[in-house]
């Protein structure tokens, strides 16, 4: 934390930057630093589709009532005609947003359009990590993660073409 700490002492104004240490709050559950950076961020870069999103995960952490706004700008950014045709990073983002939302049906499309992608090994394993980092926030959604998980970690055992 201590290298975030200086680059945002080095670059205040940098919504990227913001979003980056907002990110490792969260991942460290410190989710209302993370909050403050995340928010921060925002009202540098308002289109940052992840920097929505990453915020909505902070604000259910804490119980906030406003993460479903962030969901909602994630996914009509991720979503929108400006954005052209989605590519596989959108789709997992979207998964992630629609798992958290707890669209289980929107997320299963997202995470088909995904795999059938035939995304390299190490997005799969992003995917993942970041499906997983939802669970301490919302504990009830282990279950589901779990099963959106099994696909990813098979794509992973098959040998590449």
């Known amino acids: 934390m201590t290298d975030y700490r200086l680059a945002v002492e080095l670059r205040p104004d940098s919504a990227s930057t913001l979003t980056a240490r907002g990110v490792a709050h969260r991942l460290l559950g ?35 009532p406003d993460g479903d706004h962030h969901l909602a700008r994630a996914v009509d950014l991720l979503g929108s005609p400006a954005a052209g045709k989605r590519d596989a990073f959108e789709a997992d983002n979207l998964v992630l947003a629609y798992c958290l939302w707890g669209r289980w049906e929107q997320a299963e499309q997202h995470l088909a ?16 990590i970041a499906l997983r980092s939802l669970v301490p926030v919302i504990p009830s959604t282990e279950p589901r993660i779990a099963a959106f998980c099994r696909p990813l970690e098979e794509r992973l055992t098959v040998p590449a073409p």
Do not use: C, K
């Not at 630093?33 to 259910?60: F, G, K, P």
């Not at 359009?113 to 993942?128: D, K, S, T, W």
């Open 30 to 64: 410190h989710y209302a630093e993370a909050l403050a950076d995340l928010t921060r961020s925002i009202a540098l870069d308002t289109d940052d589709a992840w920097t929505h999103y990453e915020t909505a995960v902070a604000m259910s952490a804490l119980g906030h």
């Open 113 to 128: 359009e995904f795999l059938n992608a035939a995304q390299p090994p190490g997005q799969v394993r992003v995917l993942i």
